[in-house]
């Protein structure tokens, strides 16, 4: 069943302007909320090219920052815009009139970070670093920002299993998610595409997916909103 309604997705979108779809699409919201198995999925559909942000485990001090250490903030804050811009200019230097790309970040998420941790004097060296590394980078045709409640993203912290990310309390994620919040509050950079995935499963659900891939297919400029029904089982 599903290869046939992917098949059908893939016919839609074949049909579809291309010249008015998103060539660079990117996925935000809080830990867990599902923007790397989406961006995966979404590429697989329509052939884009997938960018995905590094994996922070990778860093030495990963364990340390989620855990709070006031000795590692500054420092992953100031390799994560690095990290993560090092990515978008390769759009640049690489890019080509048929490229199209989705990625699993945005580069402003990296403010939202700093913002939480850093003292003032901290946030100065943090903003020149910032400003520096992120100009003339890539602007989104489209962000998809993915909300969920703080207890759905401990449900599915628990079920990934992630050892660093368990250590996360609800009043952490309830920060985290108002801090995202305020970001796509004031967010006019690219359309933006605000979905809450509380209810919903787009990695196994057809019916959600297909649901999701019609609104992109359709987006318009400004803000939108979807907040779709559970697939009936």
Do not use: W
């Not at 939202?112 to 045709?141: C, G, H, Q």
Request: with cysteine.
């Amino acid at each position: 069943m599903e290869a046939v309604e992917i098949s059908h997705v893939k016919e839609v979108a074949s049909i579809s302007q291309m010249d008015k779809f998103p060539r660079f699409i990117a996925i935000e919201g809080s830990v867990c909320v599902g923007k790397t198995a989406l961006a995966r999925r979404l590429a697989t559909t329509f052939h884009y090219d997938l960018l995905l942000e590094d994996n922070p485990q990778d860093d030495p001090s990963f364990n340390l920052f989620y855990r709070h250490s006031k000795d590692s903030v500054l420092n992953d804050q100031l390799y994560f815009p690095f990290r993560c811009a090092s990515q978008l200019q390769s759009i640049c230097k690489n890019d080509s009139l048929g490229s199209v790309r989705i990625s699993d970040f945005c580069v402003e998420k990296d403010l939202l970070f700093a913002e939480m941790y850093l003292s003032v004097d901290e946030m100065k060296l943090y903003n020149r670093a910032y400003k520096m590394r992120t100009k003339d980078l890539p602007i989104p045709d489209l962000v998809i920002y993915l909300q969920a409640p703080v207890g759905t993203l401990k449900e599915r912290i628990r079920e990934k299993g992630a050892e660093a990310k368990k250590t996360m309390g609800r009043g952490y994620l309830k920060r985290l998610n108002e801090a995202y919040e305020e970001l796509f509050h004031y967010y006019d950079q690219s359309p933006l595409l605000i979905i809450n995935v509380s209810e919903i499963d787009f990695v196994h659900s057809e019916q959600d997916y297909r649901q999701l891939v019609e609104e992109i297919m359709s987006c318009r400029k400004g803000r939108q909103y979807l907040n779709p029904k559970p697939s009936e089982v």
